[in-house]
């Protein structure tokens, strides 16, 4: 690819990728810790999905006791190192904090959170659970992201052989391989990793379930598989120059950058990036941070209509990301590789079926804008083909249908967690549909006797 931004020197990406928010010292986590009221209806708490007993694990930060504050978190959530740096929290726990209707600062529980799950890593993951001893029952789990590490960390606590099955090199999924260093580490989801092998969890990656082994074989082998397989590729753009050079998609993007060998990612001069989601936002912001001259965000709809966080939002504007509303891609520009973006105009109709007003586009308003790169990011769509394979599966709205009580599919032996049921949510629902799904499967197998 032509036109690639210069590489910076080492100082300069580390600088460009120091996380944004820092850890606590001690002295810091124990003076936020005592701002906690400690309520007694603990909003914080009903606002987290996981429902971990926030201001318990505060107290305990404040007293001294981290042990027992990160056995309060790990007691609810298995993925929390990677939801304490990760989350919305501003939008969930903090958001929720009763601060906020004092109009002061709400009690930072990410970063308290991290303070106590971090010392925890640090002292060598001191033991905190007595697993339940075995009970002769096995369950395969299909991906290792956050809903499966937390399904099989419950389940072998619960008595289970536990077999997650991983095609990719590392565990993790997108905790691994999909947030941006500047909010946390990839080595601090391997960290969770190690925490659920701890328990006795098998890991086999570089085993795709339907290629390496099949799922009539993979279910033969267990009692019960939960699906944590995320979601599918993106779709395509439908638009001609799609598959120029220049043109990738955002997720294969962040994956190559999460591993910080920053000099290994191209990046061109003038970036543009379809989308406006959260993870267009995280691509966007990598690609100036990689040394792009100019990154612009591409949106069929208004800023009132984009589904990333305010925060999100807030982050790329600092960044100097520009923003085109009301703009859809309609042909990528290039001979061989991309040069150019041409765009046309668009309006706003009426509501489509998630409550955002769908786009139409202006007759003769087409433009164009020179650019080197196209990073796509119009969302997933669900890995049919494999599920395909299951008999009698129930989906709604393009997602795995489950019981939510239960996390258990139409098809009895399967359950499902994560974003191949939603469509795309945060870590820590995931965290919350796994440990939900592992009592669903504890409760299936044996009241079946």
Same mark, same amino acid.
């Given at each position: 690819?032509n036109?690639?931004?210069?590489?910076?020197?080492?100082?300069?990406?580390?600088?460009n990728?120091?996380?944004?928010?820092?850890?606590?010292?001690?002295n810091?986590?124990?003076?936020?810790?005592?701002?906690?009221?400690?309520?007694?209806?603990s909003?914080?708490?009903?606002?987290?999905p996981?429902?971990?007993?926030?201001?318990?694990?505060i107290k305990?930060?404040?007293?001294?006791?981290?042990k027992?504050?990160?056995?309060?978190?790990?007691?609810s959530?298995w993925?929390?190192?990677?939801c304490?740096?990760?989350?919305?929290?501003?939008?969930?726990?903090?958001?929720?904090?009763?601060?906020n209707?004092?109009?002061?600062?709400?009690?930072?529980?990410?970063?308290?959170?991290?303070?106590?799950?971090?010392?925890y890593?640090?002292?060598?993951?001191?033991?905190?659970?007595?697993?339940?001893p075995?009970?002769?029952?096995?369950?395969?789990?299909?991906?290792?992201g956050?809903a499966g590490?937390?399904?099989?960390?419950?389940?072998?606590l619960?008595g289970y052989?536990?077999?997650?099955?991983?095609?990719?090199?590392?565990?993790?999924?997108?905790?691994?391989?999909?947030?941006?260093?500047?909010?946390m580490?990839?080595m601090?989801s391997?960290?969770?990793?190690?925490?659920?092998?701890?328990?006795?969890?098998?890991?086999?990656?570089?085993?795709?379930?339907?290629?390496? *082994?099949t799922?009539? !074989?993979?279910?033969?082998?267990? #009692?019960?598989?939960?699906? %944590? =397989? /995320?979601?599918?590729?993106?779709p395509d753009?439908?638009?001609?120059?799609e598959?120029?050079?220049?043109?990738?998609?955002?997720?294969?993007?962040?994956?190559n950058?999460?591993?910080r060998?920053?000099?290994?990612?191209?990046?061109?001069?003038?970036v543009?990036?379809?989308?406006?989601?959260?993870t267009?936002?995280d691509?966007?912001?990598?690609?100036k941070?990689?040394?792009?001259?100019?990154?612009?965000?591409?949106?069929?709809?208004?800023?009132e209509?984009?589904?990333?966080?305010?925060?999100?939002?807030?982050?790329a504007?600092r960044?100097g990301?520009?923003f085109h509303f009301?703009?859809?891609?309609?042909?990528?520009?290039g001979?061989?590789q991309?040069?150019?973006?041409?765009c046309?105009?668009?309006?706003l109709?009426?509501?489509d079926?998630?409550?955002r007003?769908?786009?139409?586009? *202006?007759?003769n308003? !087409?433009?164009?804008i020179?650019? #080197?790169?196209?990073?796509? %990011? =119009? /969302?997933?769509?669900?890995?049919?083909?494999?599920?395909?394979?299951?008999?009698?599966?129930?989906?709604?709205?393009?997602?795995?249908?489950?019981?939510?009580?239960?996390?258990?599919?139409?098809?009895?032996?399967?359950f499902?967690g994560?974003?191949?049921?939603?469509?795309?949510?945060?870590v820590?629902?995931?965290?919350?549909d796994?440990k939900?799904?592992?009592?669903?499967?504890?409760e299936?197998l044996?009241?079946?006797?």
């Open positions: 690819m036109n690639l931004a210069p590489k910076l020197t080492s100082e300069q990406y580390e600088n990728f120091t996380e944004i928010h820092p850890a606590f010292n001690q810091q986590a124990t003076v936020e810790a005592n701002r906690c009221l400690y309520c007694f209806d909003p914080c708490m009903k606002a987290c996981t429902h971990i007993d926030i201001s318990t694990f305990k930060i404040a007293t001294g006791n981290i027992g504050s990160a056995k309060t978190i790990l007691e959530n993925i929390a190192l990677t304490a740096k990760a989350c919305p929290v501003d939008v969930l726990c903090e958001g929720a904090c009763v601060y209707e004092r109009g002061e600062k709400p009690i930072e529980i990410g970063r308290l959170q991290r303070y106590a799950i971090d010392w890593f640090e002292h060598g993951m001191p033991s905190l659970f007595t697993p339940t075995k009970n002769g029952k096995s369950v395969g789990v299909i991906g290792a956050p590490l937390a399904c099989a960390a419950e389940l072998a619960l052989d536990v077999t997650i099955y991983e095609g990719k090199d590392l565990p993790g999924g997108l905790d691994t391989m999909g947030i941006a260093p500047y909010k580490s990839y601090d391997l960290k969770e990793v190690k925490l659920v092998e701890s328990f006795g969890v098998k890991i086999k990656t570089r085993v795709w379930v339907g290629t390496t *082994i799922l009539a !074989e993979t279910a033969q082998m267990h #009692d019960a598989i939960f699906l %944590s =397989i /995320g979601l599918g590729n993106s753009l439908n638009i001609p120059g598959h120029l050079e220049g043109v990738c998609d955002a997720l294969e993007f962040i994956e950058v999460t591993t060998n920053w000099n290994s990612v191209d990046v061109g001069k003038r543009a990036v379809i989308g406006a989601g959260n267009a936002i691509a966007a912001t990598e690609a941070r990689l040394g792009a001259e100019q990154v612009m965000i591409i949106y069929r709809r208004s800023e209509e984009m589904p990333a966080y305010e925060f999100e939002y807030d982050l504007k960044d990301i520009v009301l703009t859809a891609p309609s042909r990528i520009i001979n061989g991309v040069e150019g973006l041409e046309v105009k668009m309006k109709g009426m509501p079926v998630k409550g007003r769908t786009s139409h586009s *202006i007759p308003s !087409e433009f164009r020179p650019v #080197d790169m196209v990073i796509k %990011s =119009i /969302g997933q769509k669900p890995a049919e083909s494999f599920l395909s394979q299951i008999s009698n599966l129930k989906f709604e709205r393009g997602k795995i249908w489950v019981n939510t009580e239960t996390m258990q599919t139409s098809h009895p032996k399967y499902a994560g974003d191949c049921i939603n469509g795309g949510k945060e820590v629902n995931a965290a919350a796994g939900r799904a592992a009592h669903g499967i504890d299936y044996f009241s079946r006797k």
